[in-house]
């Protein structure tokens, strides 16, 4: 049986972007960066939502730039993905398909041979609020931004128990927890 683990880049303040849209103070260097690449070697599909599918189909044509960034780039490709909306009519990357409502029985069904990425907080929510995840990594980044979009549901609780971290030059911390 596989996990669905919740991966996020987050502010101190638990915030993925501020209140302007921006998550620029989240990119990461390259040491953050390998270790992201590790992370994403263990996904088997990737669960998003709309918003942030968007964002990661620029990964769909990215061939140039640092070593550490292709590898990203090809571990992306590679990698099967649902795309939840109800307004995507088509997607822009291959391996993709979209899903129109969130079910929990076929995110468990697709658990069963592999491990799943989920990614976007609205469809988080849905997947935490369903008892569907197994674990929450965080790679938290030494910044306040002081509001924006929350990476974990709000009015939404349970206990966690830590897994792992690790401390990167940066300052950016990962933490990997699981849920229950």
């Not at 931004?145 to 830590?162: D, H």
Request: net charge negative; with cysteine.
């Amino acid at each position: 049986m596989g996990k669905l683990i919740c991966t996020g880049i987050t502010s101190l303040d638990g915030y993925i972007e501020d209140e302007s849209g921006s998550f620029a103070w989240s990119e990461p260097d390259d040491e953050v960066h390998a270790f992201a690449n590790e992370l994403e070697r263990g996904a088997g599909l990737h669960l998003y939502g709309r918003r942030l599918y968007d964002v990661m189909t620029f990964w769909e044509d990215f061939h140039d730039g640092p070593a550490v960034q292709r590898e990203y780039a090809e571990l992306w490709r590679a990698t099967d993905k649902v795309v939840f909306s109800t307004t995507l009519t088509e997607v822009r990357s291959a391996r993709t398909r979209v899903e129109r409502t969130f079910d929990p029985e076929a995110v468990r069904a697709w658990k069963q041979d592999r491990d799943l990425d989920i990614g976007g907080p609205e469809l988080a929510a849905h997947a935490f609020r369903a008892g569907l995840v197994d674990e929450v990594q965080l790679l938290v980044n030494p910044v306040i931004v002081g509001g924006g979009k929350p990476f974990l549901p709000v009015g939404w609780r349970t206990g966690l128990t830590l897994l792992a971290e690790r401390r990167f030059t940066s300052g950016v911390v990962h933490l990997r927890y699981q849920v229950g």
